[in-house]
């Protein structure tokens, strides 16, 4: 058994979530950490900094059960138990391949769950290939599950850049409130700016791809930490969507919120100087922020599909 294996079984009793509804981020670190290059005394210090903040809470591992219908609880947080036992039966019935191919189009739909944490820890338990940490992000998805629906408008369409900008600046100009990403995104998609013009998207060919150059660029120019989980957020898209890609109609009114939610202000962007990926890489494994090895790992995986300098730039801007 590997060194993230054997953590993440030690991580699989500590709770989803802590304080006032934060996601851990504790399994999704210590992959990207894995994926960095880190060492196994690295994962293993990482772990024990963040496993510190649970205290001696713990959530016991249910025993696997399989539901008749897990879909009639979605976006319920208190049958996040029997979900996890749901999942925990399937996969060890059916294999990762086959349960994603039938989980992931009712979860697509929720795509915003904790802030887009439920399809990137999903996509993280994918890349890491353990059964155990995968049944928990499904569950987690479901039960976190939060539907962005909008309706498409008779207003002509927009093609990307302008649709994209059109709910940044709007962001800027909403007075949105809410302590956590997830009700801003839902206050967002109340606003008229949204019903009015969230579903005109045109989607371009590569529409994932276009979705993470913008969102690091934006990065790079503003720090903004809901951004950066629209960039995280992508790359999940894109690991998932070899299993069961999601449908336009549930994916682009989602980031739609997702970047009124941002308000962004733009400014220039940070350089670290003129680190190269290398650099970059080694400040990010060396970090106890989570958000930033997250991040790192993220923009190097986009920059293996499209070598668009935006990525450097969001991956140096995280690190300095």
Same mark, same amino acid.
């Given at each position: 058994?590997? $060194? ?10 500590? &709770? ?30 990482? *772990? ?6 649970? %205290? ?26 029997? +979900? ?10 059916? %294999?990762?391949?086959?349960? +994603? ?11 915003? $769950? ?39 408008? &008779?207003?002509?369409?927009?093609? *990307? ?21 997830? %009700? ?7 606003? &008229? ?31 903004? *930490? ?15 969507? $070899? *299993? ?23 400014? %220039? ?25 997250? +991040? ?10 499209? &070598? ?6 969001? $991956? ?5």
């Amino acid at each position: 058994m590997n $060194a993230l294996h054997t953590l993440l079984d030690r991580a699989a009793d500590l &709770p989803a979530e802590y304080g006032d509804g934060l996601t851990s981020h504790l399994p999704m670190a210590l992959h990207a950490l894995q994926r960095l290059g880190a060492t196994d005394a690295r994962l293993a210090s990482f *772990f024990e900094r963040y496993g510190a903040r649970f %205290g001696a809470r713990r959530d016991p591992v249910p025993t696997a059960r399989r539901l008749a219908d897990w879909t009639t609880s979605r976006g319920d947080w208190e049958a996040f138990g029997v +979900l996890r036992a749901h999942f925990a039966a399937a996969l060890a019935e059916e %294999g990762a391949t086959a349960v +994603l191919a039938e989980a992931l189009p009712p979860l697509w739909t929720g795509i915003a $769950a904790a802030a887009f944490h439920g399809p990137i820890r999903a996509a993280h338990a994918v890349e890491a290939g353990h059964a155990g940490e995968l049944a928990t992000a499904l569950a987690y998805w479901a039960a976190r599950w939060q539907a962005v629906e909008a309706v498409p408008p &008779p207003q002509p369409p927009l093609d *990307f850049d302008a649709w994209f900008d059109r709910f940044v600046d709007a962001g800027v100009a909403a007075a949105i409130d809410a302590p956590l990403i997830s %009700g801003r995104i839902a206050k967002a998609s109340a606003t &008229p700016i949204f019903r009015a013009d969230a579903a005109r998207l045109i989607p371009p060919a590569d529409a994932v791809g276009t979705l993470a150059r913008h969102a690091a660029r934006l990065y790079a120019q503003s720090r903004n *930490f809901t951004v950066l989980h629209i960039v995280t957020a992508a790359r999940a898209v894109r690991v998932l969507s $070899a *299993f069961a890609a999601p449908a336009d109609p549930a994916l682009w009114p989602a980031v739609a919120a997702a970047l009124m939610a941002a308000q962004v202000q733009r400014r %220039g962007a940070d350089t670290a100087g003129a680190w190269g990926w290398a650099e970059v890489n080694a400040a990010a494994i060396d970090s106890d922020d989570d958000h930033v090895i997250k +991040l790192v790992h993220a923009c190097m995986e986009h920059a293996k599909h499209d &070598p668009d300098p935006a990525f450097l730039a969001a $991956a140096r801007c995280a690190v300095s």
